[in-house]
């Protein structure tokens, strides 16, 4: 079936479906329609298929009108047409109109229509390669997704060119058109569905280019190009994307190239060219995602305002050869979300006032190497006043960035900003600003930062900050770096310059490295009133029309060695507060090389090798010269001229230092080697400060006035003790006498020579002894202050109890022989007449009973392993014998320690017990200086090994079976009784108290074991960390008492200056008794004891005096090993 029109026909024609299905008009066919709502043809209840290659028009309706879809082809030469008015509907001058289906049109000839070129109703597709022309719309495609291929010209003159209400897709070809020409419309307007279009060819509108409103892509490709009155892409509600490697560009008074208005994407390749009259490409964001991104490598401007603005943040990336300008802004990142820029071109903003790139909510920015940021205003802005957020800004900077009348920088809110190797950062005002009430990180790293201006700073931090400069350059006009309100903190290794090199408003600190310049005009480094200061420098700081240092608000400068500060007036001027000037290099000013203009405690330390070029002077009357320890001696000389107003000097621990001249001070703090080569003026005082402090007189006859005469003065010698030393290094020792006048203080010193010296020493601070000379093995005198050694803490009666001790500073060992409180005997341990005193290399591993004779004896170890056993009678060392075993000496490794000492085997005589750190026990049983056996410790065959948890608390025979026993406890405070049989464990128990286990907790601490009650069983002494002590009486593992010890039946209670210094028997009833000593203030006390029960508290005395040995003195015995 088919319907076939070859001739001229009067229209409407109306089909019927299927008999005239396919239609096809030939060449000469022709349908006319003239009357009012008359159709050209009319076809309804399929899908029809037309072919047209002659002429059908209507008047004033629809030239094919077809209901149940359709696809149409319109022919080479082929002619569709309405006359029908813009407005009046589909049904009203559509040129076709396909209903109820879906549509598909081809077109090679001419299709046009008073209100519709070719509308579809139900979606479909229009492929063009000729002319399509409406009044309202060229192509309308609605009630479902619309393609359209065109490769000729689809053009709309009051409305849109194309209009896609289903989305769809567009393909504009090479060479092929789509215009609107209306001012209303767009070449291509697309809603209701995703629309994707690709331009080769040309888009032209008076409005908008593309409008479409549910989102797609837009591909416009090298060659093609869009150009519009309004803006050339415009996706509207949701977002989109836009590839452009053609021409864009919004003409119009308020042209824009690309306006994405719900975020999305753009990438500009190096082809592209996007271009506004306003803007050149805008991505607004009103949901707020920031994840919108501009990608360029080709052209993008903004003739008025701003070449890209991200409206919510966002990613800007300009690739090398990408160029991005705007007459206010080159990009804009709008003030409601942080964005990142990366530029690898060229961003800039043209207009007189202008910014580069614009980061009003704060973000990150990278210039990369070869990328170039302008503005005739400022280069880089971060942090608007209308942000939202916290609006800090990171720059940083491998290209150049320029602000050529105000800043290069400028963080509103702070940040930081990075400036590498090769970068720069230029301003007219400054380099980088950073704005009052924010704190700001400037770092560079080999590139330079500068402000061009006469007023202006390389680095101005309003609210404080941090600046580093490890390498490149910053500088400027006024301030290479200036902070303010907050303080400042500078590190310099390269070179900084400017009027002020370094300029601290709030203060803050300055570190000027060893590569380190800073240079200034007025001033090299600087800091107000307003606040302290700290000054470090190793490098060079200079100022050649002021000081090199003005720290005005006081501080400290140091100069370390290697250090050069100079400046025109001040090497250093230091005012306004306390302030401290520490030189190890040079220090150098034509006025003065410091001076402390401040009426407060100063303070000038000076090091061995420091040099002043100029004098140095201070203000007031506490100033303190310092004269600081070092690897070699010192010299400084004109002390109260060239050292002017320094009332304290002080010599530092370990300085050794030559004073040459004449000087004048209050008073001298010797704690190292002070050599007058010089005079002092007899009103000061030297106060030696410590053992061993050290003054050297070159000439004796200048040390005051009269000299070797009652009626002397000179400088009063302070606090001068046992140790100190007074050279009189002219003075010979040959026949030297010395006499002391205790009431004037004067000592006189002659010799065989009538040489002559006098001393005066302050009485009240001076040191006991007797005073001595001696030579100082190069001609002089040497004083000094004799100082007996304390007595020893001096054989014993045979029936006492020895308390062994021994001299931490000099290795001497002392027996006391005690009666009670009463010290019968002390004497020096000595072998063969002579003081025994052994190496720092050897320690005492403990005090036992070794051979049986009743008597301790004394168990050594050396680092290296050795043991030796010294046999003791009394005092005296009856032999000395390395400990062996079968004939060989035995030396356990730093492994073992020896964890307690008794007679594990009841043979009366006392025996080692070892411990390994991987916690193997070991038993050596002993007779004299030979270990009889070696064995490890057993329980019913097998070895014990307790595990780290468990730590040995005391030695004691609990059970009274004439054998020690072995306490243990775990850290978490079961206590468990070894009882012991040689090496063999006969029984392990938990010690109990009424049954239950007695676990004290870790405020507690075993004191001491020993018979307090003499019922012939060892008992366990506690000690609370609140100083109460509690006695245990033991029966093997069970506690039959548990008291608190009491004096006079009153608790006592000891503070922690009190120590248990011994246990033993001292006053001979068959109880254990209890030696203790105050660590503060060496006082010694014997607690006599009956069972928990304090019998007698007596201090121990010696001939009728107390005995309080002197704190270097410690006693030996282990209080927790009862042998």
């Known amino acids: 079936m088919a319907k076939t029109i070859n001739s001229s026909v009067t229209g409407p024609v109306t089909l019927a479906f299927p008999t005239d299905n396919p239609l096809t008009i030939t060449s000469t066919g022709t349908v006319t329609s003239t009357g009012a709502g008359n159709d050209g043809v009319d076809g309804s209840g399929g899908a029809w298929t037309v072919g047209n290659s002659g002429t059908v028009s209507s008047g004033s309706a629809d030239g094919f009108n077809l209901s149940g879809g359709a696809t149409l082809t319109n022919n080479l030469g082929g002619v569709i047409s309405s006359a029908g008015t813009v407005g009046g509907g589909l049904f009203v001058g559509a040129a076709l109109y396909i209903r109820g289906g879906k549509g598909n049109v081809t077109n090679n000839g001419s299709i046009s229509g008073g209100g519709y070129g070719a509308a579809l109703a139900g979606g479909g597709s229009v492929t063009n390669s000729s002319s399509i022309t409406g009044g309202e719309d060229a192509v309308r495609i609605s009630g479902g997704a619309g393609t359209i291929s065109n490769t000729g010209t689809i053009t709309g003159s009051v409305d849109d060119a194309i209009g896609l209400f289903s989305g769809g897709s567009v393909t504009n070809a090479s060479g092929a058109t789509i215009s609107s020409t209306g001012t209303a419309g767009a070449a291509v307007y697309a809603t209701g569905g995703i629309t994707n279009a690709t331009n080769s060819g040309s888009v032209t509108a008076s409005n908008h280019g593309f409008l479409i409103e549910a989102g797609g892509t837009v591909t416009n490709n090298a060659g093609a190009s869009i150009t519009v009155g309004n803006t050339g892409v415009f996706f509207k509600v949701q977002p989109g994307t836009v590839i452009n490697s053609g021409n864009i560009s919004g003409t119009g008074t308020s042209g824009t190239g690309v306006y994405l208005m719900n975020s999305g994407n753009i990438s500009n390749t190096s082809t592209g060219t996007i271009t506004g009259a306003v803007f050149g490409a805008f991505i607004e964001d009103v949901g707020g995602t920031s994840s919108n991104t501009l990608s360029n490598s080709g052209k993008i401007s903004g003739a008025s305002a701003d070449g890209v603005v991200m409206g919510m943040g966002g990613l800007v990336t300009n690739n090398a050869g990408g160029e991005i300008t705007g007459g206010s802004t080159g990009v804009y990142v709008k003030y409601r979300a942080a964005g990142t820029v990366t530029n690898s071109g060229s961003i800039a903003g043209t207009a007189a006032t202008s910014t580069?790139?614009?980061?009003?909510?704060?973000?990150?920015?990278?210039?990369?190497?070869?990328?170039?940021?302008?503005?005739?205003?400022?280069?880089?802005?971060?942090?608007?006043?209308?942000?939202?957020?916290?609006?800090?800004?990171?720059?940083?900077?491998?290209?150049?960035?320029?602000?050529?009348?105000?800043?290069?920088?400028?963080?509103?809110?702070?940040?930081?900003?990075?400036?590498?190797?090769?970068?720069?950062?230029?301003?007219?005002?400054?380099?980088?600003?950073?704005?009052?009430?924010?704190?700001?990180?400037v770092t560079n790293n080999g590139g330079t930062i500068t402000a061009t201006s006469t007023s202006g700073a390389g680095v101005d931090l309003g609210g404080g900050g941090t600046v580093t400069n490890n390498s490149g350059l910053i500088t400027g006009g006024n301030f290479g770096v200036f902070?303010?309100?907050?303080?400042?903190?500078?590190?310099?290794?390269?070179?900084?310059?400017?009027?002020?090199?370094?300029?601290?408003?709030?203060?803050?600190?300055?570190?000027?490295?060893?590569?380190?310049?800073?240079?200034?005009?007025?001033?090299g480094v600087a800091s107000s009133t307003s606040a302290s200061s700290t000054v470090l420098n190793t490098g060079h700081i200079t100022a050649t029309a002021g000081s090199g240092a003005d720290i005005e608000g006081g501080g400290s400068v140091t100069n370390a060695s290697g250090g050069n500060i100079t400046g025109s007036t001040f090497g250093v001027f230091m005012t306004g507060g306390a302030s401290t000037v520490t030189n190890a290099g040079t220090i150098s000013g034509t006025t003065d090389a410091v001076n402390f203009a401040g009426t407060a405690a100063n303070r000038l330390i000076v090091d061995p090798g420091a040099v002043f070029l100029g004098n140095v002077v201070a203000a007031g009357s506490t100033n303190t010269l310092e004269l600081a320890s070092g690897n070699t001696t010192g010299s400084i000389g004109s002390i109260g001229t060239a050292f002017a107003s320094f009332q304290t000097v002080v010599v530092d621990a370990g300085a050794s230092w030559i004073l040459t001249g004449a000087n004048t001070t209050t008073s001298v703090l010797d704690a190292g080697s002070l050599d007058l080569a010089g005079t002092l003026n007899n009103a000061a005082?030297?106060?030696?400060?410590?053992?061993?402090?050290?003054?050297?007189?070159?000439?004796?006859?200048?040390?005051?006035?009269?000299?070797?005469?009652?009626?002397?003065?000179?400088?009063?010698?302070?606090?001068?003790?046992?140790?100190?030393?007074?050279?009189?290094?002219?003075?010979?020792?040959?026949?030297?006498?010395?006499?002391?006048?205790?009431?004037?203080?004067?000592?006189?010193?002659?010799?065989g020579a009538s040489q002559a010296a006098t001393l005066e020493f302050q009485n009240s601070s001076l040191g006991t002894g007797t005073f001595e000379a001696a030579s100082d093995g190069s001609g002089g005198t040497l004083i000094t202050l004799g100082a007996s050694p304390p007595p020893p803490p001096p054989p014993p009666p045979a029936a006492s109890t020895d308390v062994q001790w021994q001299n931490s500073a000099n290795g001497l060992l002392a027996v006391w022989s005690m009666n009670g409180p009463q010290l019968a005997a002390t004497n020096y341990v000595t072998f063969e007449g002579s003081q025994a005193a052994p190496g720092p290399v050897w320690s005492v591993a403990g005090l036992a009973d070794f051979n049986g004779d009743g008597t301790n004896d004394f168990l050594w170890r050396n680092q290296n392993g050795s043991i030796v056993d010294w046999t003791m009678n009394g005092s005296q060392i009856a032999a000395l014998q390395t400990v062996s075993f079968n004939g060989s000496p035995v030396s356990p490794g730093s492994n073992w320690s020896v964890a307690g000492l008794g007679d594990f085997n009841g043979d009366g005589k006392d025996d080692i017990l070892w411990r390994n750190t991987n916690g193997t026990l070991v038993d050596w049983t002993m007779n004299g200086s030979q270990v009889a056996a070696l064995q490890q410790v057993?329980?019913?065959?097998?070895?014990?090994?307790?595990?780290?948890?468990?730590?040995?608390?005391?030695?004691?025979?609990?059970?009274?079976?004439?054998?020690?026993?072995?306490?243990?406890?775990?850290?978490?405070?079961?206590?468990?009784?070894?009882?012991?049989?040689?090496?063999?464990?006969?029984?392990?128990?938990?010690?109990?108290?009424?049954?239950?286990?007695?676990?004290?907790?870790?405020?507690?601490?075993?004191?001491?074991?020993?018979?307090?009650?003499?019922?012939?069983?060892?008992?366990?002494?506690?000690?609370?960390?609140?100083?109460?002590?509690?006695?245990?009486?033991?029966?093997?593992?069970?506690?039959?008492?548990?008291?608190?010890?009491?004096?006079?039946?009153?608790?006592?209670?000891?503070?922690?200056?009190?120590?248990?210094?011994?246990?033993?028997?001292?006053?001979k009833n068959g109880t254990s008794d209890i030696l203790l000593r105050n660590t503060t203030s060496g006082t010694l006390e014997e607690w006599s004891m009956n069972g928990s029960q304090i019998a007698s508290a007596s201090q121990v005395t010696f001939q009728g005096s107390p005995a309080a040995p002197a704190l270097t003195w410690n006693t030996l015995s282990k209080p927790t090993d009862f042998v």
């Not at 012939?1016 to 008291?1043: E, F, H, P, Y």
């Open 356 to 441: 580069g790139v614009d980061l009003a909510g704060g973000g990150t920015l990278t210039n990369n190497v070869g990328g170039s940021i302008t503005g005739n205003t400022i280069g880089v802005f971060s942090g608007s006043t209308a942000a939202t957020g916290s609006s800090v800004a990171a720059i940083s900077n491998a290209g150049n960035i320029l602000g050529v009348s105000a800043d290069g920088v400028d963080l509103t809110k702070g940040g930081s900003v990075t400036n590498l190797a090769g970068g720069t950062i230029t301003g007219g005002s400054n380099g980088v600003y950073v704005n009052t009430g924010s704190s700001g990180t």
């Open 483 to 523: 902070t303010t309100g907050a303080q400042g903190t500078v590190t310099n290794s390269a070179s900084i310059s400017g009027a002020h090199g370094v300029d601290l408003v709030q203060g803050g600190s300055i570190t000027n490295n060893a590569t380190g310049v800073i240079t200034g005009q007025i001033a």
């Open 685 to 751: 005082t030297i106060a030696f400060q410590g053992s061993g402090s050290q003054l050297l007189i070159d000439n004796a006859s200048t040390f005051g006035s009269n000299v070797g005469t009652p009626s002397y003065t000179g400088p009063q010698l302070e606090d001068f003790v046992s140790g100190d030393k007074i050279d009189l290094k002219n003075i010979s020792s040959a026949g030297a006498t010395l006499s002391y006048n205790a009431t004037t203080g004067l000592l006189q010193i002659t010799n």
């Open 938 to 1067: 057993t329980s019913n065959g097998s070895p014990a090994d307790p595990g780290s948890n468990w730590s040995i608390a005391g030695i004691g025979d609990f059970n009274g079976d004439g054998k020690a026993d072995v306490l243990w406890r775990n850290i978490n405070g079961t206590l468990v009784d070894w009882t012991m049989n040689g090496s063999q464990i006969a029984s392990i128990q938990t010690v109990t108290l009424g049954g239950s286990a007695a676990t004290p907790d870790s405020s507690w601490s075993v004191a001491a074991i020993g018979d307090f009650n003499g019922d012939g069983k060892a008992d366990v002494l506690w000690r609370n960390t609140s100083g109460t002590l509690v006695d245990w009486t033991m029966n093997g593992s069970q506690i039959t008492s548990a008291q608190q010890v009491t004096l006079g039946g009153n608790p006592v209670s000891l503070s922690s200056a009190w120590q248990i210094a011994q246990i033993g028997d001292f006053d």
